[in-house]
């Protein structure tokens, strides 16, 4: 088959009797022999068996988990091709909504080691990720997109498990700030922790709920509690076992000077704002910044760096926007996968706020949102922040101006 476009789940797409066969670890131009794996009345899956024609970009992965945990995408390619299929992809995407304007790419300094924060599954006494491509769960000793001090508490953990089992554990996850890292153990009930020495460089949290980033996990305790802080851009904030944090923090600060410099000194609102970093660094040009966050946990934290110039409200955005929004200048959102409200961009919209900076790492919502707001608004910049390098997810930030 031969490759002929790379679809934004990074699977290159082939065609066969009119029918999509998506395969991994491809790139376009390629020929390759590929063996069916899955098939549904709209595509197929398929896997290489041999590689016809290869792409002159193609180099050996370098992690032993590739093509099996399902956590990477573009091992197999160098990274300038890496980020000229992504914005590809992006281009791809935007022509849904009839742009065909330029894309600009920020690169990541750090191409593998960036990521501050890992979140493991635990298995049959084992760590590992659950394959977004099979759904099975595959033990993994290592990650090479972790910062390098996570894998050294990984290790850790891994003879701490080896000598120790739970019955209710589902995930532990590493977190890495200021001078060390923090080691998150996710129970999905409550379960006796027996504490071993060999965790005492750490602090241990224990929490016990369905998915760790949320208001209905419980911290039930924490070893080792030290003063834990992060610092971006000259910022010192808290940091907690719960509350977002962008991954790659070289990255994270590309993106928020990005921001910084397309606000002027306006009256600002930060939608889905998190910790309220960003609202803290906009601070010091904005006259004044409405941040909006839902999660208490990351509303603490904000109202902790708060400068007198900020408001941190603790609400859903579409509960509370229309109640913010007369005369302000510009309105940040960095919505969660699930994008924005329909309520949320109306708001925006009735009220004539006249640009929005929108920060989005899911494509099909950002194209749905963007479907809305582009009756009304002219797309003026497109960067890529290369926030995951070696994955197929994009961060992507738009500015947009009204008519
Ligand atoms: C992608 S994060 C962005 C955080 C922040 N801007 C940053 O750079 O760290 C999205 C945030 O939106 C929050 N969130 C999700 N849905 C929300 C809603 N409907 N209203 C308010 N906040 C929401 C999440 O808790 C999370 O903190």
């Known amino acids: 088959m031969k490759i002929i476009d790379i679809a934004y789940s990074g ?22 022999d590929v063996e069916i794996v899955k098939t549904t009345s709209k595509f197929d899956i398929g896997k290489i068996s041999e590689i016809e024609k290869a792409s002159p970009f193609r180099v050996i ?5 590739y093509g099996k945990c399902g956590g990477c995408d573009f091992q197999h390619l160098t990274y300038e091709r890496e980020l000229e299929l992504k914005r590809h992809i992006l281009q791809n995407e935007l022509k849904k909504i009839n742009f065909s304007g330029e894309i600009d790419v920020e690169k990541s300094e750090k191409v593998y080691n960036y990521r501050n924060k890992i979140k493991l599954t635990y298995k049959n006494g084992e760590l590992g990720y659950i394959s977004n491509l099979t759904h099975d769960f595959v033990a993994v000793d290592s990650c090479m997109l972790a910062e390098k001090n996570i894998l050294l508490a990984l290790k850790v953990v891994r003879e701490f ?42 602090p241990v949290v224990i929490a016990v709920g369905e998915i760790l980033e949320s208001d209905k996990t419980k911290v039930v305790k924490i070893y080792n509690n030290t003063d834990m802080k992060y610092r971006l851009m000259g ?10 944090l962008q991954v790659n923090k070289d990255m994270a600060e590309k993106l928020y000077k990005f921001v910084l410099n397309n606000i002027g000194e306006q009256v600002v609102i930060n939608a889905y704002s998190g910790q309220g970093v960003l609202s803290k660094i906009l601070s010091k040009k904005a006259k004044k910044v409405v ?16 400068s007198p110039n ?20 510009a309105v940040v959102l960095d919505p969660a996968r699930e994008g924005c409200k329909s309520e949320v961009l109306s708001e925006i919209i009735k009220a004539n ?31 890529i922040f290369d926030m995951f390098p070696k994955t197929a997810n994009l961060e992507v930030c738009l500015i947009l101006e009204k008519f």
Do not use: W
């Open 61 to 65: 992965p370098p992690c032993p988990y």
């Open 310 to 329: 900020m408001l941190n409200v603790n609400a859903k955005v579409e509960d509370v926007i229309g109640k913010f929004a007369t005369d302000v200048d």
């Open 235 to 244: 910022e010192e904030f808290d940091i907690d076992a719960k509350s977002f």
């Open 11 to 32: 699977n290159g797409v082939a065609k066969e009797n009119g029918k999509v066969v998506f395969v991994p670890q491809t790139d376009i131009g390629e020929e390759v």
């Open 353 to 383: 706020i006249k640009k929005i900076i929108y920060i989005s790492c899911n494509f099909s919502t950002l194209v749905r949102d963007l479907k809305s707001l582009t009756k009304f608004y002219k797309i003026d910049k497109v960067k």
């Open 291 to 306: 941040g909006i966050e839902m999660q208490k946990s990351s509303h603490l934290i904000a109202e902790k760096i708060k």
């Open 161 to 202: 498990l080896s000598k120790n089992h739970f019955q209710y554990l589902k995930n532990v996850a590493f977190r890495s700030y200021q001078n060390g890292v923090m080691i998150i153990f996710l129970f999905s009930q409550k379960e006796k922790f027996v504490y071993d020495e060999v965790l005492n460089s750490y």
